[in-house]
T-cell receptor, first 113, second 114 residues
Framework: GQSLEQPSEVTAVEGAIVQINCTYQTSGFYGLSWYQQHDGGAPTFLSYNALDGLEETGRFSSFLSRSDSYGYLLLQELQMKDSASYFCAVRDRKGQAGTALIFGKGTTLSVSS | DSGVTQTPKHLITATGQRVTLRCSPRSGDLSVYWYQQSLDQGLQFLIQYYNGEERAKGNILERFSAQQFPDLHSELNLSSLELGDSALYFC?????????????FGPGTRLTVT
């Protein structure tokens, strides 16, 4: 089966940097995605890592180490609007021809002023 | 706005009933995914369709079924509803299965079973 572990809550102040870790266990790993979800809203795609290393997209960066089954999302210059839940998700093989995103339980980030 | 539409936004029904949730993917996307989100279980993958064919199945109950139609819209049917089925149901779409890492989610249907 698959399992993903990420912290349930993280708090930080405006302007700070925060790192949300994700460790995973899966049988057919293709890559690691990150999604943001504001309260009551739809998840939105942030980033994807298929290969080891760091991917940077503006204030957000994502890292993957396949050998360690580990990744993280780095959020810089935090703003109040970054308060949300962040999910890591592994792209896993499902059945003969399908792949599916298996989500972690999410990390609630609270940014204070 | 992701471009994915879902109807209805809210649904309140009684135990034992049957409901249908509808989803239209983004223009150009051929893959549709269904998820259930509840407080204690997080986002659970239910099922994936690609161009009308079922491609992958997750933790979907036998009481639940889905299909994707020739115009690519999809419906999720939930029957013999139980209190525990109360949740937010999301539909998402991607260009194809190879792009499943980047999915675009609809606003969700909040189902309340009383």
């Amino acid at each position: 089966g698959q399992s993903l572990e990420q912290p349930s809550e993280v708090t930080a102040v405006e302007g700070a940097i925060v790192q949300i870790n994700c460790t995973y266990q899966t049988s057919g790993f293709y890559g690691l995605s990150w999604y943001q979800q504001h309260d009551g809203g739809a998840p939105t795609f942030l980033s994807y890592n298929a290969l080891d290393g760091l991917e940077e997209t503006g204030r957000f960066s994502s890292f993957l180490s396949r050998s360690d089954s580990y990744g993280y999302l780095l959020l810089q210059e935090l703003q109040m609007k970054d308060s949300a839940s962040y999910f890591c998700a592994v792209r896993d093989r499902k059945g003969q021809a399908g792949t599916a995103l298996i989500f972690g339980k999410g990390t609630t980030l609270s940014v204070s002023s | 706005d992701s471009g994915v539409t879902q109807t209805p936004k809210h649904l309140i029904t009684a135990t034992g009933q049957r409901v249908t949730l509808r989803c239209s993917p983004r223009s150009g996307d051929l893959s549709v995914y269904w998820y259930q989100q509840s407080l204690d279980q997080g986002l659970q993958f239910l099922i994936q369709y690609y161009n009308g064919e079922e491609r992958a199945k997750g933790n979907i109950l036998e009481r639940f079924s889905a299909q994707q139609f020739p115009d690519l819209h999809s419906e999720l049917n939930l029957s013999s509803l139980e209190l525990g089925d109360s949740a937010l149901y999301f539909c998402a779409s991607s260009v194809g299965p190879g792009n499943s890492y980047e999915q675009y989610f609809g606003p969700g249907t909040r189902l309340t079973v009383t």
